[in-house]
């Protein structure tokens, strides 16, 4: 069982989810954010490997990535930092990145490390599922890595039986046919459907990720799902902040509703 | 008529979308359905008689096609060989380009888009699909790097004045690579109603193959002109400049399984290529994804992309197309890469030896020509992707030509 699969085995209401970019704002950040996002009270985090050319990420996750990469980042600190982490935390943890990354390192290389270092899962947005099937299923597997798809909005229904077949973990359900950080009040049409998908009984616990931003929009996906991903708006948050530790507590504060705002 | 039929192909695509082991289709999920509804629907749609009737009557009204095979005279005698110029500078909007748009307008109609997408670098491809979204009445947005925005200012008027609105990329280097990562994102954001024409043989399946089938109205005319000329329909040798890849892959199409035709590719080597300012994909880079393709691209050892550099605005990708990739990396293809400098010469002598001003990129295939030994009676055929007209500030600069 991966920490991701642990989780959901106890907990499976309001998960709260948080993505950041590595090496965002400052190189050595890692650690920090990720040992306060769960003293805050994150249920998981999502690791973005810093990208040249994000094609599913906005301007936020872009611009974070791009400032990422100029201080320095690559994946073996990466790896190296989030070895460190492992030591003192237990919380599950995700990568995100694209596949020509993961390609450069060496596929099967990469996956070892990813288990070496204490990696639960991996969300590769550019890689095909029959890709994924023929060639990295078992690869992912002997590693001990959970492989987590997308679905949309026009994903059909049968494409959503296959993709949730494939994921373990947990599936994403990209809230709206956007790139990241689009932030829009919930519309009547996504919650049709989040309803439809939750009518399916999908084999996975569901994440519901983009556009997701406050209070608000996160109590909203958690009723029709396990949980949210948080992405733009909290590196929005940290961006600003000269107190990373208190803005992080205050930002995990105000999605759960656990302290009004001043 | 081209061959529907995609199977035993040594060189060709396969049933997968795969060329060896490149192509395929490495996107988000968010992309999926319309990816997927253009691989169903794009064979199809191509080859119904009525679809062939329209594209065939608008390149040979609107583009002025076949473009003329040209024999080049004294350019043969200087390199004592035969010396054939495929002409698509003389192509409506003056490059190859608009063959590919002519038939990617046709199939957004047919597949009920009313809003249409493009990337361009150096303008042409731009220009190729303002020009064919204006006689088709559709919306037409083009990104462009801010950088290519300041640096090709006449192609930026002519979309406008064809009524397109033209975006600039402001993300990563400002050019070619984030035009097209910001044509992408925005077929994410609008799923239902738009249709991204992409301009060369890159992207995920189907693009590489369709724009290679549109494209291939090259080759397809080659074949018949060479016979009427020379007596016979295959060239021994021939040599294009790959950017993406689309001229190269039209006039090598129809040749691709005859492997006693030598295919020549020129790849833009910039400053040269141990400097660290090139844009010879195939010559530095490695395999990987790029715009949803895996193929060879120049990263960093992190497999970060990298940014490239060429004179050529249209020569400067950090990629070329899955086929090419597989077309070099399985010896099918020599590869050659022509710097700068090597291309700005073999523009003007072109120029001074048979009255053609060419566009830079196609000067790349021109600059190999020193570089490469022909038998007297060989026939070369030279793609000429482009006139220079667009060009023309950059050869005043370099040759000093305002006096
Ligand atoms: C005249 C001309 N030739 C060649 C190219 C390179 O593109 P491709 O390699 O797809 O033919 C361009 C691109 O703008 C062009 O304008």
Not at chain 2, 205 to 216: I, K, L, N, S
Not at chain 2, 316 to 339: N, Q
């Amino acid at each position: 069982m991966t920490r991701i699969e642990e989780l959901f085995s106890k907990k499976n209401k309001n998960i709260c989810n948080i993505y950041f970019t590595a090496g965002f704002p400052k190189l050595i950040d890692t650690e920090k954010i990720i040992l306060t996002l769960e003293e805050a009270g994150a249920d998981m985090i999502e690791i973005g490997m810093p990208y040249s050319d994000p094609l599913a990420d906005g301007e936020t996750i872009q611009q974070s990535g791009s400032i990422a990469i100029a201080n320095g980042m690559t994946l073996q600190i990466l790896f190296e930092q989030i070895e460190g982490v492992r030591k003192k935390s237990e919380i599950p943890l995700v990568m995100m990145g694209y596949f020509n990354q993961v390609i450069q390192y060496g596929e099967e290389a990469f996956f070892q490390k990813c288990r070496e270092v204490g990696i639960d899962g991996l969300i590769l947005p550019d890689l095909p599922a029959a890709i994924y099937e023929s060639d990295y299923q078992q690869m992912m597997k002997n590693n001990n890595l959970n492989n987590i798809f997308l679905i949309t909005p026009q994903t059909s229904d049968e494409r959503i039986v296959y993709l949730d077949s494939l994921s373990s973990g947990f599936v994403y359900m990209v809230a709206d046919a956007s790139v990241t950080g689009k932030q829009k009040n919930i519309s009547n049409h996504q919650i049709a459907y989040f309803e439809r998908i939750e009518k399916m009984n999908l084999t996975n616990p569901r994440l519901i990720g983009f556009g997701i931003a406050d209070y608000k929009s996160f109590s909203t996906a958690c009723k029709y799902s396990n949980g949210a991903i948080i992405g733009s708006a909290f590196i929005r948050a940290i961006e600003e902040s000269n107190d990373l530790e208190a803005t992080i507590i205050d930002f995990i504060g105000m999605i759960k509703n656990e302290k009004i705002e001043i | 008529m081209l061959e529907t039929n995609l199977a035993h192909k040594k060189y060709n695509v396969d049933e997968q979308g795969f060329y060896g082991e490149y192509g395929g289709a490495f996107i988000p999920e968010m992309l999926y359905p319309n990816v997927e509804n253009l691989r169903q629907q794009y064979l199809k749609i191509m080859y119904e008689p009525e679809f062939q009737k329209e594209f065939r009557a608008l390149l040979k009204d609107y583009v002025g096609r076949p473009s003329p095979l040209y024999f080049a005279k004294k350019l043969s005698a200087y390199y004592d060989t035969k010396i054939y110029l495929k002409r698509e500078d003389l192509n409506h909007t003056g490059a190859h380009k608009i063959n590919n748009t002519i038939g990617q307008i046709l199939l957004a109609k047919k597949l009920g888009k009313h809003r249409i997408i493009a990337e361009t670098g150096a303008g042409q491809h731009g220009v190729a699909t303002a020009t064919v979204c204006a006689l088709a009445g559709l919306e037409c947005i083009v990104f462009m790097g801010e950088v290519d925005i300041e640096r090709q200012a006449p192609n930026v008027a002519r979309m406008r004045m064809l009524g397109a609105k033209v975006v600039p990329a402001k993300s990563g280097s400002k050019t070619l690579k984030d035009a097209t990562n910001e044509a992408i994102r925005d077929w994410i954001n609008n799923p239902n109603d738009t249709h991204y024409i992409i301009g060369s043989v890159v992207g995920p399946h189907p693009y590489p193959d369709m724009v290679a089938r549109f494209q291939a109205v090259i080759s397809e005319e080659m074949k018949w002109q060479l016979r009427e000329q020379t007596g016979k329909e295959n060239p021994d040798t021939i040599i294009a400049c790959v950017g993406g890849g689309s001229n190269a892959a039209g006039a090598f199409y129809h040749y691709l399984e005859n492997e006693k035709v030598k295919l020549v590719a020129v790849e833009a080597s910039g400053l040269g290529n141990d400097t660290g300012k090139s844009a010879a994909t195939s010559l530095l880079g490695s395999k990987g994804v790029l715009h949803g393709s895996r193929t060879l691209l120049m990263q960093t050892e992190d497999g970060q992309v990298e940014e490239p550099y060429s004179i050529s605005a249209g020569l400067d990708y950090p990629g070329i197309g899955p086929m090419h990739s597989h077309l070099i990396r399985s010896g099918r293809a020599k590869v050659f890469g022509a710097t700068d400098e090597e291309a700005l010469h073999a523009a003007r002598f072109l120029a001074k030896m048979e009255g053609i001003i060419p566009a830079l990129e196609s000067a790349h295939a021109f600059a190999v020509l020193e570089k490469m030994t022909f038998e007297k009676e060989e026939v070369v055929v030279v793609n000429l992707s482009g006139r220079g007209d667009k060009d023309l500030a950059t050869y005043i600069d370099f040759f000093k030509l305002n006096g």
